[in-house]
C-alpha cells in the first residue's frame, strides 16, 4: 500500500501540523507514504531526505496538473490520496472521477465544502464535525467516519523536575510567576482576543500574572495590554507548553482543539470555552469547560487554579491520563491504515 497525503495549506495550522505529523508516523511505522504540497509550504520543509515530495500547485483547470499527478502515481505505484484542506480535496476528488484513485478526505473544518461528496470516506476530526457534515445533501451518500486527532506523547510530556525553563525564559519573568498560555495561530475563530480580554479580568486579582500569545499573527488593536506578550510562531511549542500554569482554549468555533490535547499530555491544566469538536476534547473532566465568549467565567477558572495548587495538580494530571487514554498515536495510526486498507479493498 502506498498513500500520498496531500495538504494545500501554504503556512501553519492545525490541519498543516496534522498532515505532517501523520507523514511521519506513517513512514516511522514502515508504510510507504508520500508527500504532495505546495513549492516553499511550511509542510514540506526540513523533512527527512528518504521523504519522496511531489510539488503541484493543485491546479484543477486545465486537467494537465492533475493527469502530470496521476501519472506520477501510476509510475510510483500510489493507490490512494489523502488530502488535507479544500484545495487538496478538490484536487483528490477530481483525481478520482478522472483517474480512478481511491480518495480519503480528512475533515478538519466544519464549513460546508463541495467536493466533499466525490470521495470514497470522509474522516472527521470530532463528532461534531462528522454531524455537521452528515447533514450536506451532497455527502447523504459518503460515508462519514470520526477519528480525533492524536498527540505525541513522546513529544508532548510533563516538564522534568529541575529541567531549564524555556518559557519564563523566553518572557523573560522569574520562575514564580504566573503564566498562562494560549496557542494558534492569531485570529478571529481561535479568539486570542477574548483571551486577552479574559486575562485583564484576572489580573484584577492576579496582577503578577503573565499571558503567554504562542502564535504568529498580530492582536486586534485597542485590546488590553498590560501583562500579554506575544511570542510569535515557535517551533518549540512541545518545550513551552510543559511550563505554563495554565492554558486557555479561547476559540469561538473550534472543529477539534490541538492545543488542549497538546496541553493535557503536558500535564497542564486546560480552561477552554465549550465549542464543538473542543468540547468533547475537554469533556469528563479533562479540562474546564466554560460558556462561549463568557471571558467572565474563563478569568474565573483560571483564577480558581492558580490560587489552589492541589487543585491545580489534581486537573492536570485529570488531563494528561484523558489524552493518553483517548489521543494516542498508536491507536489513531491503526485506525487510520485500517481505513486505507477498507477503502483500498472495495
Not at 113 to 141: E, K
Not at 154 to 171: C, E, I, N, T
Not at 287 to 297: E, L, Q, R
Request: net charge neutral; with cysteine.
Amino acid at each position: 500500500m502506498r498513500v500520498l497525503v496531500a495538504s494545500s495549506h501554504r503556512g501553519v495550522n492545525g490541519a498543516a501540523v496534522y498532515t505532517r505529523r501523520i507523514l511521519l508516523l506513517l513512514r516511522a511505522a514502515g508504510h510507504d507514504a508520500a508527500l504532495a504540497c505546495e513549492p516553499e509550504s511550511w509542510v514540506g520543509r526540513d523533512l527527512p531526505a528518504d521523504v519522496p515530495v511531489l510539488r503541484t500547485d493543485f491546479r484543477r483547470w486545465p486537467f494537465d496538473e492533475a493527469d502530470r499527478v496521476a501519472a506520477w502515481c501510476r509510475q510510483e505505484g500510489v493507490g490512494l490520496i489523502h488530502s488535507h484542506l479544500t484545495r487538496s480535496g478538490n484536487f483528490a476528488a477530481l483525481l478520482r472521477q478522472r483517474h480512478g484513485l481511491r480518495s480519503v478526505a480528512h475533515l478538519h473544518a466544519n464549513h460546508p465544502q463541495l467536493h466533499t461528496g466525490f470521495h470514497d470516506l470522509l474522516v472527521a476530526v470530532s463528532a461534531d464535525v462528522a454531524r455537521r457534515h452528515r447533514l450536506l445533501p451532497w455527502n447523504w451518500t459518503t460515508e462519514v467516519v470520526t477519528l480525533p486527532n492524536f498527540v505525541d506523547a513522546d513529544d508532548f510530556r510533563p516538564a522534568s523536575v529541575g529541567a531549564p525553563d524555556p518559557l519564563r525564559a523566553a518572557l523573560g519573568v522569574a520562575a514564580d510567576v504566573p503564566v498562562v498560555a494560549v496557542v494558534g495561530l492569531i485570529s478571529h475563530r481561535k479568539g486570542q482576543d477574548l483571551a486577552v480580554r479574559a486575562f485583564a479580568e484576572l489580573r484584577r486579582t492576579r496582577p503578577d500574572a503573565v499571558l503567554a500569545v504562542i502564535g504568529g499573527g498580530e492582536l486586534p488593536s485597542g485590546l488590553p495590554h498590560e501583562g500579554v506578550r506575544l511570542l510569535g510562531h515557535r517551533e518549540d511549542v512541545a518545550r513551552l507548553l510543559p511550563h505554563a500554569s495554565v492554558v486557555v482554549v479561547p476559540s469561538r468555533e473550534e472543529p477539534f482543539g490541538l492545543a488542549a490535547i497538546e496541553a493535557m499530555a503536558c500535564e497542564v491544566p486546560v480552561v477552554a470555552f465549550a465549542v464543538g469538536g473542543l468540547a468533547e476534547v475537554i469533556g469528563g473532566g479533562a479540562g474546564i469547560a466554560v460558556p462561549p465568549g463568557d471571558c467572565a467565567a474563563m478569568a474565573a477558572a483560571v483564577s480558581g487554579l492558580l490560587a489552589d495548587e492541589a487543585a491545580r495538580g489534581e486537573q492536570a494530571r485529570s488531563g494528561r491520563a484523558s489524552a493518553l487514554a483517548r489521543y494516542g498515536k498508536e491507536a489513531h495510526l491503526a485506525a487510520l491504515v485500517g481505513q486505507f486498507r477498507r477503502v483500498l479493498a472495495q
